[in-house]
């Protein structure tokens, strides 16, 4: 076993950190670990997010007096709200000091990264996990850059900034025996964080291979097509080839990646482990919902109204599941009656189940192909996602709604062994959970047909058709073999979906197609109390010391720009002795799993996440979600705090608004606050008013519909959703188009 030690800079203090990141020395950094003294659980070290001792800190008193002082008014009020709620939150006591302290040499601080002669370095790193290399204005070049190479996170075992432990929660998981043509390489690694029964069971089963921070290898390798996720060449040349070609399998470029994700526990109780819905949860029925199109079948009241099959009905009462949400009530009789759908609900209010009930409804009244070994299987249907860690929280439901039938889903992301998919395939493969990198250079090798693909599914489905996938989507659908949009049923799901994607989407949906809204199109979730903080780009970290001690150990995301901001983040917050693990696309395949594990589970309470978290990811008791830097796009945000507040549960999202940068952000923040009855700060008002775009569609007095079906020809039906009565005014065109 591997001694795994990383090395921190324990005293970096605030005035350091830039530096840090825009030293041109920073190659000088090679993370070593140490796993004994980072292992966590059983024999590490743990410590408190509070701080237990602030000896070790060069700041630490003063700081913790003032975040006293400082009082962080807004958390505390928000803090009220959930005061009764603290009764079931997760105890995280057992988490991990620095669980993730490999990671932090995870690229970037020992690639030569930095090393561009230029001080802007840091902020040359690609935006949102997207490898657009733009040059970013803001930062910190007042800051002078840094003074002095002994500073770097490197700079001397005696100032390590973190004891505590990790271990990771791999191991535990019989590995297959590498029996077939595919298997590329021994050397495979599992880890056991990513299939979320949403128990602790897992978490730890194994104890502690090494963990080895590989900088700048495997999955994160290459170009990024797309805003945030999915990693598929680096040429930007033909994205269906690119990970036969290397981006991902590399056959024939760069390292193999040869990662075998563990396979998710097979008995009946993690396959049904969910959590509780919140306080909320009846609230939904008060939400307008708007279907548009025509002969739009009426919506279901409860979930006898479906005439499911017993097994099915025997599933979702496993899950928990005893009342439908909106989205539910009216997309299953929509997608039973054969109708393509657009459909738009907040985040968090079940769209998943919303799909798959009815598509294993029909597969089980129609029959199905019986899962066999076949070198080339041809599913019935194709659901895709923008994100690994996504698509496999939709095949853990495709799973666990087709229990006991004879209806098989697979999963096949990239990041992991292209063998391990395509034996995963060959055993038989009725609905296809894929990232659409993967699923192309499955078609390509002509493991998977499409002849018999009655569904296809986009979730997510503005960011699948948006410019980073949506030439890879064209593709999908103009593959030799795929029915046409006259011969397949097409489903898409988002919580945002902006016009011009919808107008996109055409081309993929029947034009009958129906739309169904709940709520606001693009609108945050009620449940989620926002607030908005000015803070500028220098004091972001202090601030966010101050919210994070004040939190203690609730669970909380705290979203950053860029790949290394987040591994720098993360850092600092283990140096603040707060227990922190980080994801974002330059990460491995099974880092980004063992980072999501660790979260879920509690071990670090702290997950420090670029834009590829933002969408979809349903983790059990996240009740806080930290902006430090504000996405670029409205919708982002939208999603982002989605990641709080599901279910009905009620959640907390804090972003720190700095001028310097985020103006252009004033004015539909403004909207979204309003739309969702959220305080307004007067100064954002301010700058949006300053910042006045005439052309902006969305109203701050907020209305029903901040964006509607763009085929305005239907007459759009608005019905509260519990009893199916119109109730309200179909979208004013004039508020939709202006602001004020
Ligand atoms: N009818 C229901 N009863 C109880 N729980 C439900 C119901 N429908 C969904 N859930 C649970 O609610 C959670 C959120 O569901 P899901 O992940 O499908 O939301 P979503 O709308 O897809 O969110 P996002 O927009 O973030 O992707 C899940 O844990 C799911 O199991």
Known sequence: ?????????????????????????????????????????????????????????????????HFMRSGFASGRSMGNRDAGESNKRENTSTMGGFGVGKSFGNRGFSNNKFEEGDSSGFWRESNNDCEDNQTRNRGFSKRG???????????????????????????????????????Q???????????????????????????????????????????????????????????????????????????????????EDSIFAHYQTGI?????????????????????????????????????????????????KYSIPIILAGRDLMACAQTGSG???????????????DGITASRFKELQEPECIIVAPTRELINQIYLEARKFSFGTCVRAVVIYGGTQLGHSIRQIVQGCNILCATPGRLMDIIGKEKIGLRQVKYL??????????????????????????????????????????????????????????????GQVGGACRDVQQTILQVGQYSKREKLVEILQNIGDERTMVFVETKKKADFIATFLCQEKISTTSIHGDREQREREQALGDFRYGKCPVLVATSVAARGLDIENVQHVINFDLPSTIDEYVHRIGRTGRCGNTGRAISFFDPESDNHLAQPLVKVLSDAQQDVPAWLEEIAFSTYVPGFSGSARGNVFASVDTRKNYQGKSTLNTAGFSSSQAPNPVDDESWD
């Not at 950094?29 to 237990?52: C, H, I, L, M, Q």
């Open 280 to 328: 909320n949860f009846d609230k939904y029925d008060t939400i307008l919902v708007e279907v548009s199109g025509h002969d739009a079948p009426p919506a279901i009241l409860t979930f006898e109204e479906a005439n499911l099959c017993q097994t099915l009905n025997n599933n979702i009462a496993k899950a928990g599941y005893t009342k439908l949400t909106p989205v539910q």
């Open 457 to 518: 599914v986009l979730d997510e489905a503005d960011r699948m058709l948006d410019m980073g996938f949506g030439p890879e989507m064209k593709k999908l659908i103009s593959c030799p073999g795929m029915p046409s949009k006259e011969q397949r049923q097409t489903l898409m799901f988002s919580a945002t979906f902006p016009e011009e994607i919808q107008r996109l989407a055409g081309e993929f949906l029947k034009s009958n197609y129906l739309f169904v809204a709940v």
């Open 351 to 365: 769209k998943t189940a919303a799909f798959l009930l009815p598509i294993l409804a029909h597969m089980m009244r």
């Open 145 to 183: 850059g840094y003074q002095d190479g002994n500073h770097s996170e490197a700079s001397g075992s005696s100032r390590r900034g973190g004891r505590g432990s990790f271990r990771g929660c791999r191991g535990g998981f019989g590995l297959g025996s590498p029996n077939s043509e595919y298997e």
């Open 185 to 267: 390489d021994e050397g495979t690694q599992r880890t056991g964080g990513l299939f979320g029964s949403r128990r602790p069971a897992l978490s730890g089963a194994g104890n502690g291979d090494t963990y080895q921070s590989r900088s700048g290898s495997g999955s994160g390798r290459g170009g990024y097509k797309g805003l945030n996720e999915e990693v598929v060449t680096g040429s930007g040349k033909n994205y269906w080839k690119s990970e036969a070609e290397g981006g991902e399998s590399g056959d024939t470029q760069g390292p193999k990646v040869t990662y075998i994700p563990p396979p998710p526990p097979e008995d």
């Open 1 to 65: 076993m591997g001694q795994i030690k990383i090395e921190l800079e324990a005293t970096m203090g605030d005035e350091d950190w830039e530096a840090e990141i825009i030293k041109p020395r920073m190659s000088s950094y090679v993370p070593v670990f140490e796993k004994d003294r980072y292992s966590s659980g059983a024999n590490g070290d743990t410590f408190n997010r509070t701080r237990a001792s602030s000896s070790e800190m060069d700041d630490g008193p003063s700081r913790r007096n």
